[in-house]
Every structure is written in structure tokens, then in C-alpha cells.
């Protein structure tokens, strides 16, 4: 499974906030750096077909994901950075809901929902009003909601915000384990949440890539130490 990006750009009015930008996305998980209008979110917006782009293909299978429509649209899970829910909605029901949407069979969705909370460590919470969580919970049942439906392809926008240390630990090594047969796409400013591990990360500066590789790579690349590091010289 590839999906590719040829000279993808997008424009907001006179600027330009994706600019010609090519990848190969192949099974594994990527990290997406870049400081607040890197093009990070512009990106992830087009790959999820929220937007249209100005010039460029998305290809997943040959085909350009535009023409897939509601077939693409099956095999992606996204999680933005904002979202909203229904605050008198439980748990459950918001995963019910969710399930719905995605066109998912009762029988299918049920047991789904079921791992899913305990995944996430909500099953005692599943009936809880959603208002009532934190913010970490929150997150939490974000993850949960993207993940239904079991999707190919996952867009994951600042995942761990509002996580604690150890749920931050948690769902890396949850992303890790899930990577051997999906592609996973993290934005994120926290550079440690993909340090361990991504197979590619990719820093991004007004639209652009400027350098790209396994950290590895791009520690070796910049001689210094750690990938945060190495960041901050890329994007300086």
C-alpha cells in the first residue's frame, strides 16, 4: 500500500501554504514537524479530502483519492486537532454515534466499541456523560473514535495532547504495534512523542519540506544528539 503526494499545493487567498510538496507513504509510522503554519494541518486537510488543493495528485492504489471518494473516505481515520462533542452524550453513545457515520454494521460496532474502551481505559466511564471527563478522557475517546472500523490509513493531529506522562507512553507504543500494516501520519510539536518510533520523520517550514529521513538520519545529518535537536537546527 503507497500513498502518494506529486507537487500537492494549496493556497489560502495570496498565501501559499502548501507548496509542491511530494511524498511516498509506504506502511509504517511518520512524524509531521513543523512549527504553528508550517502547512502541517493544510496537509492532513487534503489527505482527508476536507479541503480542496490547487494544483498536485493524492494517489492511493493508482487511483487519485478524489475519484475514490466514499471508497477512500472507508479506509482513513482522522483525528484533528479540534474537535467538539455532545456534552450529555456518554461515552458509549459518542462511539455509537461515530460507528454510525462510518456506515459500520450494529454487530461489528458493538464488539469494536467494546475493545476500543478498554483500550483506551474508559470501559468503567463508558456510560459517564462526555462532559464530564477531562481532558485527557477526552483524548483518550478521540483516539477510541478514529480507530473504528479498524482504518488502512491514520491522520493523527497533536494525538497525545492532554495526556499524562504515561498514557503519552502508552499510546506510542500503541501507534508502534498498529504500524506494521497502516500507514500513520503524527503531527505533533512534541518532537519526543515519535522520536522512538518513527520510521520517517518529515520537518515541514511554510509549506514546505526542508529535510526529511529516519531520525537517525537526521541526527547524524545535523551532528547533534537527539531529534529535538536536530529540529531546532533544521527549522532555525
Same mark, same amino acid.
Given at each position: 500500500?503507497e500513498?502518494?503526494?506529486?507537487?500537492?499545493?494549496k493556497?489560502?487567498?495570496?498565501t501559499?501554504?502548501l507548496?509542491?510538496f511530494s511524498?511516498?507513504?509506504?506502511?509504517?509510522?511518520?512524524?509531521?514537524l513543523?512549527?504553528?503554519?508550517?502547512?502541517?494541518?493544510?496537509l492532513?486537510n487534503l489527505?482527508t479530502?476536507?479541503i480542496?488543493?490547487?494544483?498536485?495528485?493524492i494517489?492511493?492504489?493508482?487511483?487519485d483519492?478524489?475519484?475514490?471518494?466514499?471508497?477512500?473516505?472507508?479506509l482513513?481515520?482522522?483525528?484533528?486537532q479540534?474537535?467538539?462533542?455532545?456534552?450529555?452524550?456518554?461515552?458509549?453513545?459518542?462511539?455509537?454515534?461515530?460507528?454510525?457515520?462510518k456506515?459500520?454494521k450494529?454487530?461489528?460496532? *458493538? +464488539?469494536?466499541?467494546?475493545?476500543?474502551?478498554? =483500550?483506551?481505559?474508559? &470501559?468503567?466511564? $463508558?456510560?459517564k456523560? @462526555?462532559?464530564?471527563f477531562?481532558g485527557?478522557?477526552?483524548q483518550?475517546?478521540?483516539i477510541?473514535?478514529?480507530?473504528?472500523?479498524?482504518?488502512?490509513?491514520?491522520f493523527?493531529?497533536?494525538?497525545?495532547?492532554g495526556?499524562d506522562? *504515561? +498514557?503519552?507512553?502508552?499510546?506510542?507504543t500503541? =501507534?508502534?504495534?498498529l &504500524?506494521?500494516? $497502516?500507514?500513520?501520519? @503524527?503531527?505533533t510539536h512534541v518532537?519526543?512523542?515519535?522520536?522512538?518510533?518513527a520510521?520517517e520523520?518529515?520537518?515541514m517550514?511554510?509549506?514546505?519540506?526542508?529535510k526529511?529521513?529516519?531520525?537517525?538520519v537526521?541526527?547524524?545529518?545535523?551532528?547533534?544528539?537527539?531529534l529535538e535537536?536536530?529540529?531546532?537546527v533544521?527549522?532555525a
Amino acid at each position: 500500500m503507497e500513498l502518494i503526494l506529486e507537487d500537492v499545493s494549496k493556497n489560502y487567498g495570496q498565501t501559499r501554504a502548501l507548496d509542491k510538496f511530494s511524498y511516498v507513504f509506504k506502511c509504517g509510522i511518520y512524524g509531521i514537524l513543523g512549527a504553528n503554519g508550517a502547512g502541517k494541518s493544510t496537509l492532513f486537510n487534503l489527505l482527508t479530502d476536507n479541503i480542496k488543493r490547487q494544483e498536485g495528485r493524492i494517489m492511493l492504489g493508482g487511483r487519485d483519492i478524489l475519484d475514490m471518494g466514499r471508497d477512500y473516505r472507508r479506509l482513513i481515520g482522522y483525528m484533528p486537532q479540534q474537535q467538539g462533542f455532545y456534552d450529555k452524550m456518554s461515552a458509549v453513545s459518542y462511539l455509537k454515534y461515530v460507528a454510525y457515520l462510518k456506515g459500520m454494521k450494529k454487530k461489528a460496532s *458493538k +464488539e469494536q466499541i467494546e475493545k476500543l474502551l478498554e =483500550l483506551v481505559h474508559l &470501559s468503567q466511564y $463508558k456510560y459517564k456523560r @462526555v462532559g464530564g471527563f477531562s481532558g485527557g478522557m477526552k483524548q483518550r475517546l478521540y483516539i477510541a473514535a478514529t480507530l473504528l472500523d479498524d482504518p488502512d490509513i491514520l491522520f493523527l493531529d497533536e494525538p497525545t495532547a492532554g495526556l499524562d506522562p *504515561k +498514557e503519552r507512553v502508552d499510546f506510542r507504543t500503541f =501507534l508502534s504495534d498498529l &504500524s506494521k500494516d $497502516k500507514i500513520i501520519l @503524527v503531527a505533533t510539536h512534541v518532537v519526543s512523542d515519535v522520536e522512538n518510533i518513527a520510521d520517517e520523520v518529515i520537518v515541514m517550514k511554510n509549506g514546505h519540506i526542508i529535510k526529511s529521513g529516519s531520525p537517525d538520519v537526521l541526527k547524524e545529518d545535523t551532528a547533534t544528539a537527539s531529534l529535538e535537536e536536530a529540529y531546532m537546527v533544521l527549522t532555525a
